[in-house]
């Protein structure tokens, strides 16, 4: 990791194209779980594996990103190690609001679950077990959606992760992002809508 970075305003820019890549990612599998009982299933699953587990993996590292960006803004003081998205508190409200939510998101299979998959549950999953290929699931409980689940180690599974994780992290990195921008006073406007599920 370097110790410094060159500018606020070039590591805004990398974030927003790794995010503008993210949403690509993501998209792509919305496309795909919208088609799955249309197509061959088998004829997409190594792409919709890699673009699930591309998307998880770099969203996890835009997250850090913020956080090492906006410290740097805030407190001025330079990167280190420790610092995650999961570790380390963002100084600005609006930003720790959006932290707490995204922190907060949580599938299960079943109400009462114990065990649940959050968002760090698929990035260390996917990093540790790429190229897995998931197979897409109705879920009855959340109103027929066609999703993904993992499994948790129990014998249960997680609910639909596209639905309960992915998406909403997404969308909550992209309110991180809008945030961003006016703490830099950016010439540049951040340009990656929200996606929908």
């Known amino acids: 990791m370097s110790y410094k970075i060159p500018s606020p305003l070039l590591h805004f820019r990398s974030l ?7 949403r690509s990612n993501l998209a792509y599998v919305l496309y795909a779980l919208q088609r799955w009982e249309d197509c061959e299933w088998s004829l997409v699953e190594d792409t919709v594996a890699r673009e699930l ?16 960006l906006e410290v740097g803004l805030s407190r001025g003081t330079q990167p280190a190690a420790s610092m995650s998205f999961e570790r380390t508190t963002f100084e600005d409200a609006a930003l720790r609001s959006a932290q707490d939510a995204t922190m907060a998101l949580k599938s299960n299979e079943r109400e009462g679950q114990a065990l649940y998959a959050d968002f760090w549950t698929l990035a260390n999953f ?15 409980r959340s109103g027929g959606v066609k999703d993904f689940s993992v ?3 129990d014998g249960s599974n997680s609910g639909p992760v596209m639905r309960d994780l992915l998406v909403p992290t997404f969308n909550h990195a992209c309110s991180m992002m809008r945030i961003i921008e006016t703490m830099l006073s950016a010439q540049d406007s ?8």
Do not use: E
């Open 126 to 140: 996917w990093k540790h077990y790429f190229p897995y290929q998931p197979r897409p699931t109705v879920f009855v």
């Open 53 to 68: 587990s591309c998307a998880t993996m770099f969203l996890g590292g835009a997250l850090d990103g913020m956080v090492i």
């Open 16 to 22: 927003a194209n790794a995010m503008g890549h993210i």
């Open 151 to 153: 499994a948790l180690g």
């Open 190 to 197: 951040f340009t990656v809508q929200d996606l929908t599920f």
